[in-house]
């Protein structure tokens, strides 16, 4: 072990990879609509793209979700901090029935419509990914694990295109990274690596 290691509590173990970047799951099935935050997600494959994200047994996301079969994931940026955590500490369930009825009217949150799955998008956010569920039971069931098929994906051109994130004069627009209790980073200098 290099000398400067310091042992890691494997309770704390996935705190060492826990930032990416923090996302909001938009949901929807008949009249009901949700959203919740989700620290862990990550890409899964390229064609068709792919993702993974672990939505828990006891969100109302997941009923909804497993309901349609599809959701979107909406990656806000450091403007919408204090929002993040409100929807990420709060169940679309406790509403139901109340007169602000969805954590969108009670959080004063604007949407738009998705272009090929019927989930909301939320604006002010700084890109959005389409998902259709992937169906694996026993994954969903013993890991809360959920695989989706990317289908439509947008971005906001001020901090993304030709491919790749550029956040450079727009602090307010930069990514969360969840490390733990509401502390969040955003991304700070970028390195280009020498390609021959
Ligand atoms: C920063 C942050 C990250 C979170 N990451 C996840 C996650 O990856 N998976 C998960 O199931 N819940 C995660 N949560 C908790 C859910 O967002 C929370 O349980 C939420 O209240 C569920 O809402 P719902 O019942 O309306 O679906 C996170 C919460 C916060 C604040």
Known sequence: ??????????????RLLNHGPTVLVTSAHGDQCNVMAAAWNMPLDFKPPKVAIVIDKNTYTRE?????GNFAINVPCAAQTEMVMKVGSSSGRELLGKEQSTKFAAFDLATFPASKVHVPLIAGCIAWLECQLISEPHIQEAYDLYL??????????????????????????????????????????SIQAHQE
């Open 64 to 68: 909804l979700i497993m309901a349609s």
């Open 1 to 14: 072990m290099e000398n400067k290691a310091v042992a890691v509590s494997l309770d704390k173990a996935y």
């Open 148 to 189: 989706a098929e990317v289908v439509a994906a947008w971005a906001d051109e001020r901090v993304f295109s030709d491919g790749r994130w550029h956040f450079d004069g727009h602090d307010d627009l930069k990514t969360l990274h969840h490390v733990a209790g509401g502390f969040f980073f955003t991304p700070g200098d």
